[in-house]
C-alpha cells in the first residue's frame, strides 16, 4: 500500500501539466507553497484553515510503514501560471461586461443629461487598483469584478452564476470595482422606491416620475426606444409618448380645466401662453397677403406656384389671405385652384365673395383649432348697380389672442376721380360691421366709426386705383430710365402717396417699400403697356397696406408683384409679412377645427390626378426614345 507522502506526490504535487498549468484546484500562495482553490475539494477538505505549504527543497518524509517514500523523495516545483477549474467562455464574459441602458438614459444621451433617478448599473469610480499581477494571469481575467463572498460560506460548486463568482481568485490588479451606489438603509427610502421603481403606489413616484416625460425628439434614429410604450416596469403609469411630437396630457389637467372661461396662463388653455408657445416658439406667425384683378377672365393661368409659393420664401407661410376683384365666374374653380396648388397641408378656413369681389382664407391644416369663428361683411360703394364690381369685403377673425381683419377693396377708377375714392374709404370703414359675435380684444381703444381700431392687425389690400400723375408721356420717360432711380421717380408721381401724407386716407396704415414696377396696365399676355387707343398710364393701383394696433407687431419682409401671370391687364401684387401673436383666452366663439371638406378632398385628387399623368408622360417619352439598331 502506498505510503501518504507518496500519495501527496501524486495528487497534489505532481509534474507539471504540458500547457504549464498546475494541478486542478491548487494555487500559488503568497508564502510560495500550493493552496487550495476555494471551491475546490481539496479546499472543502482542508475547511477554511490554510493547508500546509510543502517546503520547496526540504524532502517529503514518509511515514514508518511507507518504504517507498524513504527510497525516493520528491521535491515540488511552482506551476507558471494557475489553471481555474472553470473556463469562462467569450460569450459569457461579453455578457458581463455587457451593459444594457435603460430608456431614460437612451433619451436623455440625445441632450447630454443624466437620466433622472439614477441606476444600479451606471459606473461609479472604486478604489484605485492595487499594483502588480500574477504572472500568467490572462487579461480578461482581470476585468471580471470579485464579488464579497458571505462570511462562513466554505465553497461549494457552482449552482449559479452568483455562486461562479465565488469560484473565482482573488486579483492583484485590474478594472476597479463597480460597487452598487449609496442607498439609505431604510427599505421604505424615497431613492430605492423613485429611482428603481420598487413602488408604484408610492406618493412621490408620481410627481418624480411626471417631470420625466418629456417630448422626445422628432428625428428618427438607433437611440429611441422601440415601442412609445416600452418602460422598465412594463406598466402604464410611465408609459410616455416617445415617437409623437405631441405634449403629454395628464390626468389631474383633464380634471381641473375648464372649459367654459379658460385661463390667460393656465396649463389647459388651449389659447393660453404654453400652447402657444409650443407652436410659435417665437409667438411669431408667418403670413401671405395678395391681390390681383382678374379683369373678369374666365381663363386661369396654368401655374399658381408664382403667386402663392414665390422663389423668395425658402418656406411656405402659415397663413395665406388671397383678394380678388373682377374675379373669374366660377369661384368655386378658382378655390379648387388654390387648395390644390397649396396641397394637403392647408385647409380653406373660409373665403366669402360679394359681387366680382373675393376673399380666401388658407390655414395650416395644424393651426385651424386655434381660430376664433370667421365673420365677414361687405360694403357697396356703387348704388344702383346691377353687378357689385366696386366696393370692399372684410373677413375677421381671432387667432390665438390677436384679432385680425383682411379687407379687399375695389375703389373708383379714372385717372381724375380721386375724390371719389376717398369717398369710398370713407364709406368702408364706416359700413364693415365687425366684429359680431367674436370680442373685441381692446375694446377702450376701439372706435364705433373706424372698423380698422377694433382689431390688433388690420391688411387692406385691393385695386384702389389711384394713378400716377402727369400723363403717359412722363410716366414713360421715367421708364426708359436706370432701373435703380425709375422706381423712386415714379412714387413721386403717386396720388396714394400724396393723399397719405395729406391725412385724407388710410389713417395710421404703412406700406412696404415698393421695388416693382408698375402692376397696371398691360397688354393680355404681354409684358408691355397698354397699347390700345385709350393708352392708359401705367400705374400703382395695386397695393396692400397694414395696420397694427401695437408698435411693431406687424413686419413686413417681401414686398413684388408676379410679371410671369400675364391672364389680366393687372399684375398680381403679395406681401410677406411676420405678425406677432399674443396668448388668448378659451372664452370666445372657436372655429373648433371647421373647414371645407370637399373642397380639400377636391384639391388632393386633382393633385393625384396630374402626378400620375406626369408619370404617364415620362414613360411615354421614354418609350419613345428608345430606337433600335439593326
Known sequence: MPSKAACLGRSEAGPP?????????HLVDSEGGLAPFPGSPAADRAGPEKSPAVPVDVPARGGPEDPQAKAKAFTPRPPLRPRL???LSLDEKGWRRRRLPSSQEDLASGTGASPPGGSSQDPVPGPPARAGRPPGLSTSLQEIPRAPRAPGNGGGGPSSWGASRDLLPPLAGGLPSRPLPAMEWSVASDALRTAHKVDADHTDYKLRTQSRLLRAHSSLGPGRPPSPLASEDGSLRSARSAFSLLAPLRTKDMRSRSYLA???LGSGALMGAE???RYFPNRTVALFVATWNMQGQKELPVNLDELLLPAEADYAQDLYVVGVQEGCSDRREWETRL????GPHY???HSAAHGALHLSVLIRRDLIWFCSEVESSTVTTRIGSQIKTKGALGVGFTFFGTSLLFITSHFTSGDGKVGERLLDYSKTIQGLALPKNVPDTCPYRSDAADVTTRFDGVFWFGDFNFRLSGGRAPVEAILRQDPGARVPALLRLDQLARERQRGSIFKGFQEPDIHFLPSYKFDIGKDSYDTSSKQRTPSYTDRVMFRSRHQDDICPLTYSSCPGIKTSDHRPVYGLFRVRVRPG?????????KFDRELYLIGIKRRISKEMQRQQALK???ASTICTVS
Open 17 to 25: 501539466q504540458p500547457d504549464g498549468g498546475m494541478l486542478k484546484g
Open 85 to 87: 477549474e472553470r473556463a
Open 262 to 264: 379658460g385661463s390667460l
Open 275 to 277: 400652447e402657444l408657445a
Open 339 to 342: 387648395q390644390e396648388t397649396l
Open 347 to 349: 385647409v380653406m378656413l
Open 585 to 593: 383666452r378659451d372664452n370666445i366663439p372657436l372655429a373648433a377645427g
Open 620 to 622: 411615354t417619352q421614354h
